[in-house]
């Protein structure tokens, strides 16, 4: 069922869908870094404690970019739908504002212990998947609730020592090639804009970032196509 997951979550790079919400990632994840930079008329003091607060708030934005984005394509990560669920974060957001507020503590929390895993938490697709994953264990608990004939109870939420180690792996090579080909097709194409090009580029590293999230999604997917 791994390999099958890995196929079915590397699918989830064929809908338009994805980098639309990898654009939308990116804004928010570097959303204090953002309104910092365009604050340009402000004193060079004022900038640099503007600048201090932005990278102490970065990481939870990041996680906020994460939880939006994870949301937003969980039909087509876990069941390969065509329509992507835009409304679901927001909803979320609104309904059940003490859980995600407390969703986004315990991903910033775990990122972190991630993150001083020896070897391991050098790979920005583990600490992705650890965030991502965190997610998707939140929305098939609430999936539960809102539809209990799934049986969702019955999967595994957690995956074994070694195919998590699978998951890093082959998102970290498929990452690489991914960005690989990409950096050839837009030099390419785009020899004499490197600033369009440079432009494109940070969606597409964002998407394949989000990798080890659509290959656990798709493994959590095929359990619960196999109940039915």
Request: proline letters at 4%; one cysteine or more; aromatic letters at 12%.
């Amino acid at each position: 069922m791994f390999w099958e997951a890995v196929i079915n979550g590397l699918k989830v790079l064929l809908h338009w869908q994805t980098y639309v919400t990898a654009i939308m990632y990116l804004i928010i994840s570097f959303l204090p870094i953002i309104v910092v930079a365009f604050a340009e008329n402000k004193s060079d003091e004022l900038m640099t404690r503007g600048g201090c607060l932005a990278m102490l708030l970065q990481p939870l934005f990041q996680s906020l970019g994460v939880f939006i984005s994870v949301c937003t394509l969980f039909p087509i990560i876990l069941f390969g739908w065509n329509e992507a669920a835009w409304s679901l974060p927001w909803l979320l957001i609104i309904n059940v504002p003490g859980r995600v507020i407390i969703l986004l503590i315990i991903m910033l929390v775990f990122s972190i212990i991630g993150a001083l895993i020896p070897l391991l938490g050098r790979a920005n697709s583990f600490i992705m998947f650890i965030m991502g994953g965190i997610v998707l264990i939140f929305l098939t608990m609430i999936l539960d609730k809102i539809i209990p004939e799934l049986g969702i109870k019955n999967i595994d939420i957690l995956p074994s020592f070694l195919t998590i180690i699978g998951i890093v792996i082959v998102s970290g090579v498929a990452s690489w090639l991914g960005m690989l080909a990409s950096a050839v097709v837009i030099t390419f194409l785009l020899k004499k804009k490197e600033e369009i090009s440079q432009l494109i580029m940070f969606p597409l590293g964002s998407v394949f970032g989000f990798i080890p999230i659509f290959i656990y999604g798709a493994w959590l997917g095929l359990q619960i196509q196999r109940l039915h």
